[in-house]
Structures are given as C-alpha cells and as structure tokens.
C-alpha cells in the first residue's frame, strides 16, 4: 500500500515577529521544516511527500536546501488562499491509487513522534478517517453568548493534532465539496461527508510552533529528545 504524506508550509509567522515564516526558523541546527520532513522519513519506508509552500517562498527553500545538503522533496505544490486550497493544491499532484494511504501534517509540527505517524497510517489502511489526539490537562471554560461563562468537563475533550490520516480516495473525495468556513482542519473537511473520524493517540510533544515563546521551547526539545 502506498502512503503518501502532505505538508502544509503556508505560514507568513506574522505571530512570530520578523521577516522569515516560522517554517524556516532554525532549531537544533537546521530550519524547522527540514525537522519535519525528516520524521516521516523515519517513521515511514518508501514515504511520498508533497510540499506544500507559497510560490514566492519556494526558491528561498530550495536555496535553504542546497545551504544545508538537505534532499527536498520532488513535489512542490502552491499554498493556495486557505488551508483547505493548500491541501487540495497538494492532493491534485497525487496519483489515481484506489489503496493509497495520505495523511496532512502541519510543516511547523516537528516534534511528531514514529509511533503516532504509525499508528495513524495503521488505523487509515483499515478505511478510518484518523486524527492523533491527546488529552486535555488544564480546566476549561466554555464563553456563553450573554458574556458569563461555566467550567466544561475537561474528561469529555480532546486536543486535536496532525497527521490527520485517510483512504486517499476519501480525502479526495471530500475536498471536491465546496470551501466553507467551517472547514478548520481535514478531518471537519471529511466530516461533512458523514464519514465518522477515528481518535488515535497523539503525543504531547507534538506542539504547533506557533509564538516565539514556542521557538524557544522546540530549542530545548532538540537538546532534550527523551524528555
């Protein structure tokens, strides 16, 4: 079965300050994309990756790549608008494989473990709709419309990651539905066609870099990998 991965790099780090997106910060030596990259390298044999990356972006990542000896993936395909064009930019330069295997990774999520990419693209060659989770720590409060707010029980949620993990031809089939506002990840995308999703375990170390306080802690975790 042929498992294909789609890296989502569209960011323009406006929360991270400065003129480089946070997907070419460096950590641990090299920019965090390449981190990313190189987990699906590990994790999965004969993994095909597509790139997703703003066209003006891309000749700085290639530059990046001869910079740092790193092997860039052969597919490239344009960010689009949203999220969701990004994504079916990436999915229009995959192949007709009615047993294909694709999950959606978000570029700036390095820390992603073997074991979670594993257990997603498991759970998605038995035909689930797959996201990696993990659970909620902290207590949570839900804002009511007239301003107030109530305690929610944290034991009932779940904080989403990536790679969110499907049948190819399921995922492709749902983002021929048109865009909706709704849609915030692949899986809303997917289940708006009914299909239900499948929670997995995630792991916690698997942190969006989104702030510069982020940044720092990724800089540690670099140094610090069995913590």
Known sequence: ???FVIIVAGGKGLRMGGDVPKQFLPIGGKPVLMHTIEAFRHALDD???VLVLPAEQQDYWLGLCKEYGFLSPELIANGGETRFHSV???LALLP???HAVVGVHDGVRPFVSAE???RCYAAAAEGKAVVPVV???ETIRQILPDGNSIT???GEYRLVQTPQTFPLTLLRQAYQQPFSEAFTDDASVVEALGKEITMVEGNKENIKLTTPEDIRLAEF???NPKL
């Open 1 to 3: 079965m042929d498992s």
């Open 47 to 49: 993994v095909q990756i």
């Open 88 to 90: 079916k930019n990436g």
């Open 96 to 98: 007709e494989d009615d």
């Open 116 to 118: 979670t990419i594993r």
């Open 135 to 137: 659970p909620v720590v």
């Open 152 to 154: 929610r029980p944290r």
């Open 221 to 223: 975790l670099t140094l």
